[in-house]
């Protein structure tokens, strides 16, 4: 017997859940490329960060695990949409994943440097998509969504898309929400050194969430005409 689709309550529950997965992996994949500042190079960001050093080892783990956390991400927010076995559980796992090494980056720099901004933000993000996730898990709850098991028949698209397009605005306006932690002694802003490809992969990601949504949109009239003929017969 094969799943059906959740009911429109249960949809939009669980586009919303999709959503939030993918802000969360949005937020540590730029958490992960920020890092990459410090860990290649921490005497060359000011006094502040020049006190990193000595743990550069760390940064550079913490730096390769949460891109390689959030490249997991990505795979796992297109099991979701599509319904994929284990997606669900292999999302607690990036969630816990990432939650555990922000965490650690938080405590770290709050320790070497006094400071947990902007590492903190995104470890607060990510245990509360973390708590809504297992909330989820709610046997009312995860009857109504169906267990993230309806993404077939092209439903995959809307959340995919909206995922990529929350995503995409994310990275595309990182320049206005990180700029004001990333200001060094000299009144330099740090983030003008990652704005080129932020731009660029933003609208990127944003134009191809875009895309899947028109054609999401396009794909649902001939289902729609198609379940009124059965109705009428």
């Not at 094969?2 to 949809?11: D, E, I, L, N």
């Not at 060359?44 to 550079?60: D, I, N, R, T």
């Not at 994310?170 to 983030?191: C, K, Y």
Request: hydrophobic share 50%.
């Amino acid at each position: 017997m094969t799943s059906q689709p959740p009911a429109a309550g249960g949809k939009a529950l669980r586009t919303i859940a999709i959503v939030l997965f993918a802000a969360a992996v949005a937020v540590n994949l730029l958490g992960g490329i920020g890092t990459s500042c410090v860990a290649i190079n921490p005497t060359g960001w000011g006094e502040s960060m020049a006190k990193l050093a000595p743990f550069q080892w760390l940064y550079v783990a913490l730096m390769i695990g949460a891109i390689a956390a959030a490249a997991w991400g990505i795979a796992v927010t297109v099991g979701l949409a599509r319904g994929r076995q284990d997606a669900y559980r292999d999302a607690l796992g990036v969630l816990l994943l990432s939650g555990i090494l922000a965490g650690i980056q938080t405590y770290a720099s709050i320790a070497l440097r006094g400071k947990g901004a902007p590492q903190n933000m995104r470890f607060y993000l990510t245990v509360l998509v973390l708590v809504i996730f297992l909330l989820l898990r709610l046997p009312p709850i995860w009857r109504l969504i169906d267990g993230f098991m309806g993404g077939g028949r092209g439903n995959w698209r809307t959340p995919t898309g909206l995922a990529a397009f929350v995503g995409g605005l994310i990275v595309l306006t990182t320049p206005l929400w990180a700029t004001p932690t990333h200001i060094g002694p000299d009144g330099a802003n740090w983030v003008n050194v990652l704005r080129t490809p932020l731009l660029a992969g933003g609208a990127l990601l944003t134009l191809a969430g875009v895309g899947l949504l028109r054609h999401a949109r396009r794909g649902a009239r001939p289902l729609r005409a198609s379940q009124a003929a059965e109705s009428q017969a």
